[in-house]
């Protein structure tokens, strides 16, 4: 099989991951790209990219622009003579860019293309109770996740798995489908196709902090898949008063439970031994929890630390 040349473009670990399988193929990084290095913490501690960090593990040349239009920054990724760029988990690439090597740039995205285009798509695929996703392989051009598909493979969401779990699970299938799609490449039997024409694709708009926050409105299920959604990032939310002290709680895990009893939405059923939260038609009962300026913990631990329930309430 032919061997590829290849510039890979990543940051987080789920960038990692692939480029690890891809130095692990038969084909040739020729060079790495990531973020520049950030100051973070208390300490104001310089932290690498876990893309930084493999390709400096395994010897591969690294570069990290500041802009990537810049003139030095292009002249040298010319030098490099790749044949193709992969994208993972990376920034928006200008055109003079990902038109540079002679079979193009292609990306991978942890979706079923044309639905989730965007940020999100592994947090919206479980909030909106999917029970199918997958990833795909796309060659980018200058609309955001809207280029010819190469490849796509698909997995099961179960009902009990959340954001953090299904974004490992597709971690691991996504490098596979980077590897596969190379060698469809090297070997000339991929037929790119465009996106399907979808009237209403679903979206998976970058999340803020507002859409963060639980409406305990909504039935039950809905709570649910909401909440195991955004665990364990970026976390969803209610606001809780205790002693008219106003405070964050972060809820992590829970089950619910379906009902006809007509109490109000938010309404706070909790004790000792329970923790339930009622909505619009049922009532979700969290199990991992964090309230604001504490560690995260277990319903039993939270509900451990009060003497008094009477002067707590979800607002």
């Known amino acids: ?53 493999f390709a400096e593990e395994n010897n591969l040349s690294l570069f990290q622009p500041l802009k990537l239009k810049d003139e030095d920054f292009l002249a040298e990724m010319k030098k490099l003579e790749a044949d193709i760029f992969v994208v993972v988990a990376f920034r928006m690439m200008p055109k003079i ?37 997958g990833a795909t392989t796309f060659f980018i051009n200058e609309k955001i996740d809207e280029g010819n598909i190469l490849l796509q493979d698909e997995l099961d969401i179960s009902s009990t798995e959340n954001a953090g779990e299904l974004h490992d699970r597709l971690m691991d299938l996504g490098a596979k489908l980077i590897v596969k799609t190379l060698d469809g490449l090297a070997e000339n039997n991929i ?23 639980i409406d305990w409105d909504q039935p039950a299920e809905k709570v649910y898949n909401f909440i195991r959604g955004l665990s364990p990032y970026p976390s969803a939310f209610t606001t809780i008063k205790i002693n008219n ?31 339930n939260i009622f909505t619009k038609n049922g009532i979700y009962k969290p199990t991992e ?16 630390g009060f003497r008094n329930f009477e002067n707590i309430e979800i607002i």
């Not at 979706?111 to 909030?127: H, K, Q, T, W």
């Not at 037929?191 to 926050?213: G, L, R, T, Y």
């Not at 106003?246 to 009893?261: P, R, S, V, Y």
């Not at 929890?289 to 451990?304: A, H, P, Y």
């Open 1 to 53: 099989m032919k061997k590829l040349k290849v510039v890979f473009f990543g940051t987080p670990d789920f960038a990692r991951t692939s480029l690890e399988a891809i130095h692990k193929s038969s084909h040739e990084i020729v060079g790495v790209v990531t973020v520049a290095d950030k100051q973070s913490g208390r300490g104001q501690k310089v932290n690498s990219s876990p893309v930084k960090k």
């Open 97 to 133: 860019l990902f038109e540079m090597p002679k079979l193009g740039t292609f990306n991978l995205h942890a979706s079923l293309l044309p639905d989730y285009r965007g940020a999100a798509p592994i947090n919206f695929a479980i909030i909106n109770g999917e029970t199918k996703t």
């Open 289 to 304: 929890v964090q309230l604001e300026g504490k560690k995260r913990m277990s319903v039993k631990d939270f509900l451990n």
């Open 191 to 213: 037929q790119e196709k465009p996106q399907p024409e979808v009237e209403d694709p679903k979206n998976a708009f970058k999340i803020f902090k507002d859409d963060m926050k």
């Open 245 to 275: 002290e106003e405070k964050t709680l972060k809820i992590f895990a829970g089950t619910f439970e379906e009902n006809e009893e007509n109490s109000p939405s938010g309404k706070l059923e909790i004790s000792k031994k329970e923790f």
